[in-house]
């Protein structure tokens, strides 16, 4: 087993792109942000053992960020801190210390990078959506799953200032707000009504419409509390009770044959 020490310089090596960005900012995090990468020493180590490690660090061997990679962590933080039109590539290749050519080598423009930080900053929720219960006919088990993908990601102050950047741009550029849509909601739509297809025996309205209710119930109140600020950011234990009263409540509407929880 490997010891400590191994596992802190693996985490100094993922750690470097947000030790320069600190510098950049100033030593200020941004958008309230609970930071990936920010928080790895703090994930390799719990009451002196290993605790569990992000993907890229169970490799055998040590791997250090891609150069796109590292490209895109400081590019998130600095739209976050600056805003689309407050960004400038050449600044942000200054101020990183990370050539103006290598970002254009990935990127073919700042509309490139900005669509590019979206695909990052969706990739675990994706992933979330991907490891839903894969028996559909369980219905429960899978609304409370989705339920739980959603919230968690509409709980992250991160996710709430990154969507806040994406519908001002999508004022400008429909094309972001498109682009956000397919790789983040609509992924999520798609899987209740494919979910609400499979049990449409089951109840009287149709799937697009049980969508629609599910999605409203899951996020909306939610939402709004956390950008008016009415509401702080939920703890594990709060988010699952109020998921599972969500889903209780929307299937003794819509599913009354369906059992709930007791």
């Given at each position: 087993?490997?010891?400590?020490?191994?596992?802190?310089?693996?985490?100094?090596a993922v750690e470097a792109p947000r030790k320069r960005?600190?510098?950049i900012l100033g030593?200020?995090?941004?958008?309230?942000?609970?930071?990936?990468?920010?928080?790895?020493?703090?994930?390799?180590l719990h009451f002196g053992q290993a605790a569990?490690?992000?993907?890229?660090?169970?490799?055998?061997?040590?791997?250090?960020?891609s150069k796109e990679e590292e490209?895109?962590?400081?590019?998130?933080?600095?739209?976050?801190?600056?805003?689309f039109s407050g960004t400038s590539i050449s600044?942000?290749?200054?101020?990183?210390?990370?050539?103006?050519?290598?970002?254009?080598?990935?990127?073919?423009?700042?509309?490139?990078?900005?669509?590019?930080?979206?695909?990052?900053?969706?990739?675990s929720y994706q992933a979330s959506l991907e490891t839903t219960n894969p028996d559909l006919t369980d219905l429960r088990q899978t609304l409370l799953d989705v339920a739980a993908t959603i919230s968690t990601t509409l709980n992250s102050d991160r996710v709430l200032s990154l969507r806040r950047l994406?519908?001002?741009q999508a004022t400008i550029s429909s094309d972001v707000g498109l682009h956000y849509y397919e790789v983040g909601p609509l992924r999520a739509y798609s899987m209740l009504t494919e979910l609400f297809t499979i049990h449409e025996d089951e109840t009287e309205f149709e799937p697009e419409r049980l969508m629609q209710y599910f999605a409203a119930m899951v996020s909306h109140r939610l939402i709004l509390e956390r950008e008016c600020r009415v509401r702080r950011l939920l703890t594990k234990t709060q988010l699952k009770k109020l998921m599972e009263q969500t889903v209780d409540d929307f299937?003794?509407?819509?599913?009354?044959g369906v059992t709930q929880a007791k």
């Open positions: 087993m490997r010891n400590v020490s191994s596992f802190v310089r693996i985490a100094d960005l600190f510098k030593g200020k995090s941004v958008g309230g942000s609970s930071d990936r990468l920010g928080q790895t020493a703090a994930s390799v569990p490690l992000p993907w890229c660090l169970l490799n055998s061997r040590v791997r250090k960020p490209i895109l962590e400081i590019a998130s933080e600095y739209f976050l801190a600056h805003g600044e942000m290749a200054r101020e990183s210390g990370i050539s103006k050519e290598s970002i254009y080598r990935y990127f073919e423009s700042k509309e490139a990078l900005f669509s590019a930080v979206i695909d990052q900053e969706m990739t994406i519908f001002h299937l003794k509407a819509f599913f009354p």
